[in-house]
């Protein structure tokens, strides 16, 4: 998933749920400045990473929060080797393991208290299994997940598009996506996320393919 700043990885779509040569359609008739991004940018190639487990992928992304990707990925190593597993720790898992403790893997207080409720909520039903999660409407999901500490909007709408591949998705806080948008609709300024989402609403049911659209802007020559 892309992170605040970070550019976004753009691969090949595959398994997504949804229509792509309609969303393209359906867009490219709504709004003619974005069916002009989406000609210069080519091809839709988002594709959706395996969702394992909600647990995992939040805690994961707790992890990942405000660091760099070799940092966050040997802080992960270090808590999942506390817990003895190759993959995340279960929920007893963190648990059973003490702040301190998952502090000596490198973890600010605030993500291991993070991570503890997470599996505090993971075990009392409020992160959802994967069965009951895939039946779920976008905003009960969010509404959900971040009732948890240290999950945002922000980080449920990644976990929307790049795991689940939910079609109707604008993460209009999302920096890279406003720095694209104001490339791709000629803009001096970043807009306002309430602008972005205003303009998104004739992009619905498929806010998910302008979003990518919009993040490819920004890697477009001039």
Same mark, same amino acid.
């Given at each position: 998933m892309p992170g605040e700043g970070r550019s976004t990885r753009f691969r090949a779509a595959a398994g997504l749920p949804f229509d792509v040569r %309609?969303?393209? %359609?359906?867009?490219?008739?709504? =709004?003619?400045?974005?069916?002009?991004?989406? %000609?210069r940018a080519g091809p839709f190639r988002l594709r959706t990473n395996d969702l394992h487990s909600p647990m995992s992928a939040l805690g994961e992304a707790i992890i990942y929060q405000q660091l760099t990707g070799k940092a966050a990925a040997t802080i992960l190593g270090r808590v999942q080797a506390l817990a003895g597993r %190759?993959?995340?720790?279960?929920?007893? =898992?963190l648990r059973a393991l003490s702040l301190p403790r998952l502090r000596s893997a490198g973890l600010s207080r605030a993500k291991a208290e993070a991570l503890k409720d997470l599996a505090a909520k993971t075990l009392d039903g409020t992160v959802p299994r994967m069965a009951r999660l895939r039946r779920m409407e976008d905003e009960e999901i969010i509404e959900r997940l971040t009732s948890i500490r240290g999950i945002g909007r922000w980080t449920v709408e990644m976990l929307l598009i790049f795991r689940l591949g939910r079609p109707d998705v604008l993460p209009a806080t999302d920096y890279g996506l406003r720095k694209g948008y104001a490339r791709a609709f000629g803009l001096a300024e970043l807009p306002a996320p309430r602008a972005i989402a205003e303009r998104g609403e004739r992009w619905k049911p498929f806010r998910t393919m302008a979003s990518w659209y919009l993040w490819r802007a920004v890697e477009l020559p001039d």
């Open positions: %309609r969303a393209r %359609r359906t867009l490219a008739a709504a =709004d003619s400045e974005l069916a002009t991004l989406m %000609r %190759r993959g995340f720790p279960t929920a007893e =898992d």
